[in-house]
């Protein structure tokens, strides 16, 4: 189930709001200009589908997002307990970073935790199946999908180029929890 638990930056023991309304955390991120929807309707393609059958049952959603957005392609990504490397690929996206566009995901399958850190809070936002979510660029974050790691997303990109990571060199991420499926 999709949560938000939002702390000051300072008390990671401490959380100041922890609701699984997805109505609710949509209007509590919106004012940061993180966008947060479920995308109810078509038939969820199974775990194994292709690309191109996953790109195919979303098409009119990416379509409308992308002419909202301005973003120009979308693919699928998969990681799972199999993954080359996933460790280090955790470990990558464990550390405090940005972009130079809006990060936006959709899960098809699975879950990922998205931490923002935004003017002294943290917001951790568990996104699971059907949910959406666009971290604007520049946001400082992290993301964590456990050791275990077992989601099929799509990811939509104004430029596929310009999805490289910034990090920002704090240790915050090691401060708050990380998950374990």
């Known amino acids: 189930m999709s949560s938000l638990t939002v702390y000051k930056d300072t008390t990671p023991e401490h959380p100041?709001?922890?609701t699984q309304?997805?109505?609710?955390?949509?209007?509590?991120?919106?004012?940061?200009?993180?966008?947060?929807?479920?995308?109810?309707?078509?038939?969820?393609?199974p775990r194994d589908a292709d690309e191109q059958a996953v790109l195919d049952v979303y098409g009119p959603f990416l379509d409308k997002l992308m002419g909202e957005t301005g973003a120009g392609s979308a693919d699928v990504l998969r990681v799972s307990p199999s993954t080359p490397n996933r460790e280090a690929l955790r470990d990558k996206f464990l550390s405090e970073h940005t972009?130079?566009?809006?990060?936006?995901?959709?899960?098809?399958?699975?879950?990922?935790?998205f931490i923002l850190h935004i003017a002294g809070y943290v917001?951790?936002?568990e996104c699971t199946q059907t949910d959406l979510i666009s971290v604007p660029e520049g946001t400082k974050h992290w993301f964590d999908a456990g050791p275990e790691p077992d989601m099929v997303t799509l990811r939509i990109f104004t430029h596929k180029e310009g999805w490289v990571a910034?990090?920002?060199?704090?240790?915050?991420?090691?401060?708050?929890?990380?998950?374990?499926?």
């Open 99 to 113: 972009h130079s566009e809006d990060e936006i995901r959709f899960f098809v399958h699975g879950s990922g935790h």
């Open 166 to 181: 910034r990090y920002t060199g704090t240790d915050i991420a090691r401060q708050f929890p990380s998950y374990a499926n």
């Open 21 to 45: 309304d997805p109505t609710e955390m949509a209007r509590v991120l919106a004012p940061l200009g993180v966008r947060f929807e479920r995308w109810e309707g078509p038939q969820i393609p």
């Open 16 to 18: 100041v709001l922890q």
């Open 123 to 125: 917001y951790d936002v």
